[in-house]
């Protein structure tokens, strides 16, 4: 591989494989430089810290994710053209499970999820994505508003009832899968249909 971005890419892949087979803890930057097959100031000279490696990881995975579930900067009026709220919601939360079940990234999940109470860093990165998750349904539902899709007497709490809950309901499906092996019961769907019709447009409103 040729330096700069490709030999970040790499360092970062590598760390994640290192993470997953033995926790973030675990995993030293002379651990990541053997493994690579390079000197550990080489791998200084690209990151600064182990902490500084999982936040790039998180940023990269998070981009390739999107790219791969070919998620784009959402226009509201094309979203919404001729959809009910209900297939409004489900489009946007499918695509929301499908970046986050892209294979490197769930595998980053898992690494961080298991860590974040005792990794500050793990802890600040669940944090981030709950908070961008909040801050784009904010915007989902200001739009669904205006386009009179749903109707909210606080759309700011409902938007974060609506992410937490998506949330947990995603983690709840992907704890049955793993912890069960079995297929996860559709709770999310019956949820989107249940929020639809609690928030639905009355006549005259």
């Known amino acids: 591989m040729t330096m700069g971005t490709n030999r970040k890419e ?23 430089a053997d493994k690579i097959g390079i000197k550990k100031p080489s791998l200084y000279k690209h990151f600064s810290s182990k902490d500084e490696i999982v936040e790039a990881m998180y940023q990269f995975l998070r981009e390739q994710s999107k790219k791969n579930a070919n998620i784009k900067p959402v226009d509201f009026s094309q979203l919404f053209q001729g959809k009910t709220a209900y297939e409004v919601l489900q489009g946007v939360v499918q695509g929301y499970v499908n970046m986050n079940h892209q294979e490197k990234l769930l595998t980053f999940y898992k690494v961080i999820y298991s860590e974040r109470s005792i990794q500050p860093m793990a802890a600040r990165i669940v944090a981030e994505e709950t908070e961008r998750m909040i801050i784009a349904t904010k915007q989902l539902f200001y739009a669904m508003v205006i386009h009179k899709l749903l109707h909210f007497e606080n759309a700011d709490m409902s938007a974060v009832s609506f992410a937490m809950t998506v949330h947990g309901l995603m983690d709840y499906e ?9 297929e996860p019961k559709n709770l999310l769907d019956e949820y989107l249909k249940w929020f639809c019709t609690e928030n639905q447009v009355e006549a005259g409103d």
């Open 10 to 32: 790499e360092i970062i892949l590598t760390t994640l494989e290192l993470a997953a087979e033995k926790g973030l803890a675990g995993v030293s930057m002379s651990m990541i």
């Open 174 to 182: 992907l704890d049955q899968k793993y912890g069960y092996d079995e």
